[in-house]
């Protein structure tokens, strides 16, 4: 039953929310989201002393076609819900020393949102997790059409169908085992004990490669990104980077290696290839971008590019340090995007070239950008190091080439982050007159916040390796 | 066949009120009149008669079909009320002749006897005509009632001679004897059967709107008052299917296997030609008509698969299409009416003016684009499970690429209505379309959260 608290939480605030005014509502936004963080502490406990029974809940849905509804946890399940339910109450809180025009509806998606992820992350049944899948992508294409910047809507509607189109094929996939086997079961379960299913592995990999690889996303299925991340509301931008991405990645460990493995091991090759020219292709571009928010953009391609690789390249460390990674390259995205925000909502300057100095007028802003940056080029004892150098070994264990070219990602992260930080931040101010106030409060607790966890994680990453381990080991069988 | 008589008594009954002088009171007297006979109908569930030897039969198939249609057109009658409050003089005519459109449609649904059919039909038909070019001085209107009745003349000619083929071939025009006809005769089935099977099935491809017979869908739509629309796209593409269905799984299932490739080829034509061409219509009503022809094509896929699956697929369908359909005519009519347009550039900027009616019909096109949780979602999912199931590999296939196409152009709606800058009509608020259309997005999401017991009606 604590499956269905977990959902209904979000859902009810989603609701309530509806009927509140102005500042009410991100008030009510705020309290629901730390109720469901507290409640997600109190599942991890739970989970930490008796196990996933408690979270077990199965139900038929309709009997002809066959439908059930199964939600149930385990690690992996549970460190996505942990990144989802910790950076809801930091996105709500980042927005809060800004106006917003009908904030009811904004935080009201927002929350609809959190509940359609948390529903993606404990489903264990292939109908019900397609639609959730279905169910994230309409509040976030409304929050960045309405509340999105210049060209907004040709970019969302590109956003939209391109992610809808990869769902339609997950649904083909689904449909395809649907009818594989004669008991019509799309139990995860089920699926994963009997992945010799009648069907052709190689459509099927094909099938929910290419929706996973949209949402992650992989080259070349990337080309919505950073048009995307650059016109939504940053809120959006944090929901889309933080959380979203992870959903696909979270998809390949959790569908698509367990119950293709035949497929899998035929794409293997190609898959990691695609990642691994995307990590240096998106780094690439990322150095000669101009815009602050294109750049990370890129970046996050590259980023999530090395966790695709992990898991391809198909072996316990990729695993570990792909669920590590994801969990760090949330926190640190979401902190990187509200960095960018700040910048770009103080200086109403966009790019990169043309600023600088900000570290003389608010050092503060200085520091805690710096600590996320070094966390986003996995400077050892961030966060970022522990994930990238685990995914790095795994890649290496696969292919020597392939790990040479995927390292570039850590060089070349340093040198367009760094390089953007020193034209923005350090030297004297280009720009004159600039004001720029230090951090408010608001923004103070979610970078501080953001930052103590870039450094617990890196020195005591061991948590979450725990959590996840047992799972991971069992699909490597 | 209660159901029947009482029905066409109303429509009548809407005549003599006018000769009454009592205008006002037609379409409550309608809306209570067609609510007991919802009642009524309900009361034949598992009674399984047959009436005028055998040329009627009611059984559950007819009972569900009829349920909804005159669910159908209770809303549509709602809705009348204000769409005709400006033509008080012609109501009673407009009323009786969109009661004997249900009366038509109601024939379809329980014939027995393809003369029954074809009497079906041609009521329903017949009366569409009329409707279809209602609105007299608009020049629209005159071109889709003329075009619809020269082209559905066609097709009822089809229909007719296929019918006196079959005939001819078995002896017969009771369903059930000449499916009895097929069986017996196997080997030597005579050519004129075959042939008067195809003219059959050519006349019904007409009136579901499957391409290549979808010609007149787009103009018809696009001439007739928006009610009428709304009417043609929900109870008579159920009806054109519900008999199609029949006809399919109780007369020519054993003949099957040569119709199948055909209707095969005419799902992906139909699935095709429907979400292409809708991308660049301009008109929201000539759009929705594509979209009907799209949502034919999924149909389609429940007629391939009719012969081994029960109709629980299209009832399903067929309820949430015509939900979903209904609740963006109720707020497109009134839209209408206040920019005096039925582009879809008449829905600019609706979301500043007017926050709810903008964010039900954003909710109506994401449930016709078949996304949950609404109705439709399930409905697709299921149709092409069954097709899946029954071998059509690649239909599906092009059934799954053609509902992305459909996320474009129900989004341009959408797009209208957040992305535009508003325009200056002001839209009255009215108490009979809000009533529908909150029904009809409550009854889709319900529908969709609680499929088991329409999915499994039968």
């Known amino acids: 039953m604590l499956s269905l608290t977990l959902l209904s939480i979000p859902l009810i605030a989603a609701i309530l929310l509806l009927f509140s005014r102005g ?307 949330g926190i640190n995205v979401v902190g990187l995007f509200y960095c960018a925000d700040i910048i770009m909502n103080r200086t109403k300057h966009g790019e990169i070239e043309g600023l600088g100095g900000i570290r003389l007028v608010a050092p503060q802003f200085a520091t805690w950008f710096m600590i996320i940056i070094l966390g986003s080029v996995a400077l050892p004892l961030t966060n970022g190091f522990v994930g990238e150098f685990m995914l790095l070994f795994s890649v290496y264990q696969y292919n020597t080439w392939l790990a040479v070219f995927a390292g570039l990602t850590i060089i070349l992260g340093a040198v367009y982050m760094l390089r953007m930080y020193q034209k923005m931040v350090l030297g004297s101010a280009i720009k004159e007159n600039m004001v720029f106030p230090d951090l408010y409060w608001n923004e103070k607790i979610v970078l501080v916040t953001i930052g103590i966890l870039i450094f617990v994680m890196g020195i005591f990453p061991r948590p979450i390796m725990e959590l996840t381990e047992p799972v991971l080991k069992n699909l490597i069988k | 066949m209660n159901t029947l008589i009482y029905t066409a008594i109303l429509g009548f009954l809407c005549m003599v009120l006018e000769i009454f002088n009592v205008r006002k009171l037609i379409v409550p007297a309608l809306v209570l009149g067609l609510a007991l006979i919802f009642g009524l109908n309900l009361n034949d569930w598992n009674s399984n008669q047959s009436f005028f030897n055998n040329m009627v039969r009611i059984d559950n198939f007819s009972v569900a079909f009829s349920g909804l249609a005159i669910f159908v057109t209770l809303l549509i009658f709602i809705m009348a009320t204000d769409f005709y409050a400006e033509d008080q003089n012609h109501i009673s005519d407009y009323m009786s002749i969109l009661t004997f459109i249900l009366v038509g449609a109601l024939m379809m649904f329980n014939y027995a006897n393809l003369t029954m059919l074809f009497l079906g039909i041609e009521t329903l038909s017949i009366a569409l005509y009329v409707m279809a070019g209602s609105k007299r001085f608009d020049i629209r209107s005159n071109e889709a009632g003329f075009k619809y009745f020269l082209m559905g003349s066609f097709a009822s000619g089809f229909l007719l001679f296929g019918i006196a083929l079959i005939f001819g071939a078995s002896g017969s025009f009771d369903l059930a004897k000449i499916a009895d006809y097929t069986i017996q005769n196997q080997q030597n089935i005579s050519p004129l059967f075959y042939t008067g099977m195809f003219l059959v099935v050519f006349a019904m491809l007409f009136k579901v709107s499957a391409a290549p017979f979808h010609f007149w869908a787009p103009d018809v739509y696009h001439g007739s008052p928006a009610l009428v629309t709304a009417y043609m796209s929900t109870l008579v593409k159920i009806a054109a299917f519900a008999a199609f269905y029949k006809l399919m799984s109780t007369t020519f299932f054993y003949s099957f296997e040569k119709i199948a490739p055909v209707l095969n080829v005419v799902a992906i034509i ?12 301009t008109n929201f009503k000539r759009l929705l008509a594509y979209s009907g022809i799209s949502h034919a094509g999924y149909l389609m896929l429940v007629i391939l ?86 071998g059509y590999f690649y239909t599906t296939l092009v059934a799954i690429f053609a509902s992305m196409i459909g996320v474009y152009y129900y989004f341009k709606v959408i797009l209208a209505m957040y992305g535009q800058p508003a325009n200056e009509s002001k839209m009255e608020q009215s108490f009979n379309y809000n009533l529908v259309l909150w029904v009809c997005l409550a009854l889709s999401v319900v529908f969709g959260i609680f499929p088991g017991p329409i999915l499994n009606i039968f």
């Open chain 1, 23 to 329: 500042n009410l509502s991100r008030n009510l936004a705020l309290v629901f989201t730390l109720v469901q963080l507290v409640f997600t502490v109190y599942a991890y406990t739970v989970f930490k002393n008796e196990g996933a029974q408690a979270f077990e809940f199965l139900a038929s849905w309709s009997v002809k076609p066959v439908l059930n509804i199964h939600f149930a946890m385990d690690g992996m399940s549970l460190v996505m819900i942990m990144l989802t339910n910790l950076l809801l109450p930091l996105i709500v809180l980042s927005g809060y020393n800004r106006e917003l025009e009908r904030a009811h509806i904004f935080y009201s998606l927002m929350l609809f949102m959190q509940f359609a992820l948390n529903g993606v992350f404990i489903s264990f049944d292939g109908f019900i997790y397609y639609i959730f899948w279905e169910l994230a992508l309409i509040p976030i294409y409304f929050i960045s059409f309405n509340w999105g910047g210049e060209g907004r809507a040709k970019v969302t509607l590109k956003f939209f169908i391109y992610t809808l189109a990869g769902s339609l094929l997950m649904l083909f996939a689904f449909l395809f085992l649907y009818n594989g086997t004669p008991q019509h079961s799309l139990d995860w379960g089920f699926l994963s004990s009997n992945p010799s299913c009648s069907c052709n592995q190689t459509w099927l990999f094909w099938l929910f490669f290419i929706a996973f690889a949209i949402k992650i996303p992989i080259i070349p299925f990337h080309t919505w990104q950073p048009d995307t991340y650059a016109t939504a509301p940053t809120q959006g931008t944090m929901l889309l980077s933080g959380i979203m991405l992870k959903m696909g990645t979270y998809s390949l460990l959790r569908w698509l290696l367990p119950i293709v493995p035949a497929g899998v091991a035929e794409w293997q090759y190609v898959a990691i290839t695609l990642s691994v020219i995307g990590i240096v292709y998106a780094s690439v571009i990322a150095i000669m971008q101009k815009d602050l928010k294109r750049l990370l953009a890129y970046s996050s391609i590259a980023h999530v590019g090395l966790i695709s690789a992990g898991i391809f390249a198909f072996n316990l460390s990729g695993f570990q340090g792909s669920m590590v990674q994801m969990f760090a390259h």
């Open chain 2, 270 to 281: 139909t699935l095709a030609v429907g979400n292409l061409m809708a991308l660049s219509q």
């Open chain 2, 305 to 390: 698969t009719a012969k081994n699956q029960t109709a629980g697929a299209l009832f399903y369908y067929s309820l949430a299409y015509a939900l979903i359909t209904l609740a963006a005519f109720a707020v497109a009519i009134p839209v209408f009416k206040a920019a005096n347009s039925e582009d879809i550039d008449a829905f600019n900027g609706l979301a500043k003016k007017n926050p709810m009616h903008a964010a039900a019909l954003s909710m109506a096109m994401i449930g016709l684009a078949g996304i949950p949780p609404f109705a439709g979602f399930l409905g697709k999912y299921y149709i092409f499970t069954e097709a899946l199931q029954s």
